[in-house]
């Protein structure tokens, strides 16, 4: 009995090193393919999360940066030769969001002034000044909203403009558009954070309040923390960062019902609709 207990420890000192290596390699090449990705490298970062799915092929993160960004690729790779409208618009919406979640604003802003370009829609004109936001460049997000037909304005848009021209200093014309900024009883949180930001952009720091309070309220569970992140980073809430009243707004709970298991309000609308206990019922 005694010599199999020294086998196998003599066995487990082998292993134990390689094994040990192994996920060192598999790290080191996630790391690497993270900073290719942030400097904008998307095949070499591909090429550095396959060497870490090689290297250990039980991590599912590796796996999943792996796959992701592999789809990224083909997707980027399709656009140009995507004729029906309706699919180029989904793939370039689906870069976009990649590029923004990772940073890579000047990727996203090629995407988002072409969209802009074949739709021309407050959404297309939204995604866009967004982006030129972002980038500190409010001149060029007011123009691309101040261009947009009236009849194709909603309250979003309104808010985002007036927010772009009071980044220009132009605090006269921004207070002017934010008060065509109407929301509707049932605004969705996009829309109110929106008038938030607007509202906190233009001094007026009690109703920016009251639409985060409200922003927060109507949020699902699992955007809810999106948005207060968003909140405590931004430029528009930065001179509110002292006020009570802020504080307290951060502080706002959801009111919303979410299902744990898909992040949906209700199972009517989820794929896994009657094959789990919840759509079951």
Known sequence: MRWRVIVWLAVTVCIAPSWVGAAEKAEDAFRAGEARLASGDLPGALQQFAAAVR?????????QHYAMLRQVLMMRDSLPKEKNLAQWEYMARALHTFYISNGLYGDALAIDREMHAKLNTASSALLLAETQL???KPAEAADVLGKL????HDSTTRAIHSLALARQGKLAEAKQAAQSVQLTSNAGPGAIYAAARCYAAVGNADQACQMLVRCFESSPPSRLEGFKSHARTS???AALASHAEFAS???TESKIPESKCSGG???????MRGKCASGAQ
């Open 235 to 237: 430029p528009e809430f």
């Open 149 to 152: 037909p009236a009849d194709k």
């Open 55 to 63: 290297a250990d092929q039980t991590n599912q993160d590796y796996r």
């Open 265 to 271: 309000s209700s199972c009517a609308g989820c794929p």
């Open 249 to 251: 707004a951060l502080k």
């Open 134 to 136: 972002a980038m500190n």
